[in-house]
């Protein structure tokens, strides 16, 4: 190669590097919807680059990059009696992470108490956003035979919030139908395909970028203790804004509950499922396939909210994942 071709392919890959670490200074006034309108990018790319736990609050003279995909978690590769294991090395409250498995025996998964059977070499585990921090063990049965590994869990803090609710509001609140309502939801996200359906990160369900309540933050009603914290993330955007499905599923319920309002949920396989509460009008029934960018459903105010917005939850196993990060770089 001429020297000439070299040196401007040098200059073309130290410029690419600059750009795909371009930064940004948090200026007064700014917020983080401001700062991804200005970029072209999303609330939810420089909440996952940034590792901001809670992306609502930023602060002036903050460093932010606004360029280039989030690192890939760091694995640790074993090698088990029964074949080979691929885990993170750390692993966070409410996050999902995937566990992949090359072995000729039937596997199975214990982590924090549950059980997981592994179909195909892939497993989808999400670790509960309350489980307490700490290091702990992940053990592998196969063919008669256990191996266990440590996976330590990172605490996350994402705040808390205090709602107060009209009487008619507060009427919704009550235990047996609540607990009724989520065995359902869990139950339909425990089931559905046994094969993942989406091959790329998911896209945005709704175009807003306003994000009025985080994944994760712990929440008390009209005073009460904080025992409870938010199982998805919510977008304000007005009542009949369409609402898409952000990756291909298949709808496991499509109607009125009681808490969450009319919604939908979908299921995508590998034991995930997404949910969509407080919709003016669903679009979309029961066993029906859907394509990535399908309409489902309209933005409302059903059920237990205190005004029009998307409620979008990501569940693994039925347990509730932050939905931010499927939208960056799916699990
Ligand atoms: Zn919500």
Do not use: M
């Given at each position: 190669m001429d020297p000439m071709k070299r040196s401007w392919m040098a200059l073309t890959l130290a410029l690419g590097l600059v750009l795909a670490q371009s930064t940004y200074t948090v200026q007064p006034g700014d917020t983080l919807y401001s700062i991804a309108k200005r970029f072209g990018t999303t609330v939810e790319a420089l909440q996952v680059l940034n590792g901001l736990e809670d992306p609502t609050k930023?602060?002036?003279?903050?460093?932010?990059?606004?360029?280039?995909?989030?690192?890939?978690?760091?694995?640790?590769?074993?090698?088990?009696?029964?074949?080979?294991?691929?885990?993170p090395r750390e692993v966070s409250q409410g996050q999902t992470f995937r566990l992949r498995?090359?072995?000729?025996?039937?596997?199975?998964?214990?982590?924090?108490?549950?059980?997981?059977?592994?179909?195909?070499?892939?497993?989808?585990?999400?670790?509960?956003?309350?489980?307490?921090?700490g290091t702990y063990a992940i053990a592998f049965d196969a063919a008669?035979?256990?191996y266990s590994a440590r996976l330590p869990v990172r605490a996350v803090e994402k705040g808390r919030q205090a709602l107060t609710l009209s009487p008619d509001?507060?009427?919704?609140?009550?235990?047996?139908?609540?607990?009724?309502?989520?065995?359902?939801?869990?139950?339909?996200?425990?089931?559905?395909?046994a094969e993942q359906l989406w091959q790329s990160t998911w896209k945005k369900p709704v175009d807003s970028n306003r994000i009025t309540t985080i994944f994760g933050i712990r929440r008390s009603y009209n005073g009460g203790p904080y025992?409870?914290?938010?199982?998805?993330?919510?977008?304000?955007?007005?009542?009949?804004?369409?609402?898409?499905?952000?990756?291909?599923?298949?709808?496991?319920?499509?109607?009125?509950?009681?808490?969450?309002?009319?919604?939908?949920?979908?299921?995508?396989?590998?034991?995930?499922?997404?949910?969509?509460?407080?919709?003016?009008?669903?679009?979309?029934?029961?066993?029906?396939?859907?394509?990535?960018?399908?309409?489902?459903?309209?933005?409302?105010s059903t059920g237990l909210s205190t005004g029009p917005h998307l409620h979008f939850e990501v569940r693994v196993h039925g347990v509730p994942t932050d939905p931010a990060a499927w939208l960056v770089r799916a699990p």
């Open positions: 930023i602060a002036v003279g903050q460093v932010l990059k606004v360029e280039g995909q989030p690192p890939a978690p760091a694995v640790q590769r074993l090698n088990a009696p029964f074949g080979a294991l691929e885990l498995v090359r072995s000729g025996a039937q596997v199975t998964v214990r982590f924090l108490n549950q059980r997981y059977a592994v179909q195909g070499e892939s497993l989808l585990i999400a670790v509960p956003r309350l489980h307490p921090e008669g035979s256990s509001t507060a009427a919704l609140l009550q235990p047996d139908k609540i607990a009724a309502e989520l065995a359902r939801l869990t139950d339909l996200c425990k089931s559905g395909p025992r409870s914290y938010h199982e998805g993330l919510d977008y304000g955007a007005p009542t009949g804004t369409p609402v898409f499905a952000p990756a291909p599923g298949v709808v496991a319920l499509a109607e009125a509950l009681f808490v969450r309002g009319n919604a939908v949920v979908l299921q995508h396989g590998l034991g995930v499922c997404s949910g969509y509460w407080h919709l003016s009008r669903i679009a979309v029934k029961p066993g029906q396939q859907v394509k990535a960018g399908d309409l489902i459903g309209y933005v409302g």
